[in-house]
């Protein structure tokens, strides 16, 4: 099915657009424009559909603080009025496969993916199953920075952080991983303009 009612160019605009932006104005976000965000990030794809992403929104000053100094003080988070802790866990993922397997399947089938699904991971040790959901976490990180432009907003994504200092300030559980925090909020700096490399230098034809 060819789909034609979707602008490119705002999705080209989004992209352009986008910078990392360090200050933010102290104006706190809708719930509603957080939640069309955060709608449009869990759509993103992952492998065997298994979602492994969840997310903590930290919009408490006093707990933004907490996360700041476990972020390396990083000024986009004393400055953003919340700041999206992204992380993945496979631990719950494999505990709910039945949610996430498609209905479309009948019940035979979804219990032969099911199976499939946990035999694979059953051969990986916890390290590379969580290294494994923290890549499709990546994946909700790009939805995330281009549907928080396209809504209006700036971001900053941020790996620089203790993971384990993260994890305790908001009890994660300990095999979780944490792909990227990101700042976000309405931009009050210009950012530096983005700078690529060209598309012949990253792409060819085969
Ligand atoms: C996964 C990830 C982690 C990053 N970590 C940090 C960080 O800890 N601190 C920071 O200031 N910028 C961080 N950045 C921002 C990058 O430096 C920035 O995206 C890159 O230089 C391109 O600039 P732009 O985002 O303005 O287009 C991170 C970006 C990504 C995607």
Known sequence: MMNTSIDFRSVRDAAEQRRSIRAYEPVPIPREDMEEIL????RAPSAFNVQPWRFVVVETPELKERLAA??????????APAVIVLYTDMKSSLESLDSVVHPGLGPEQQEATQRTIRNMFAKQSEDERETWAQGQGYIALGYLLLAAEARGYRTSPMAGFD????KALLDLPENARIPA???????????F???RLPLESIVRVA
């Open 39 to 42: 709608d449009v990030v869990r």
């Open 70 to 79: 476990a972020a390396f003080n990083q000024r986009q988070v004393h400055s």
């Open 181 to 191: 925090l990101v700042a976000i909020g309405r931009g009050a700096e210009e950012g």
């Open 193 to 195: 303009p983005q700078h």
């Open 163 to 166: 993971p384990a200092a993260v």
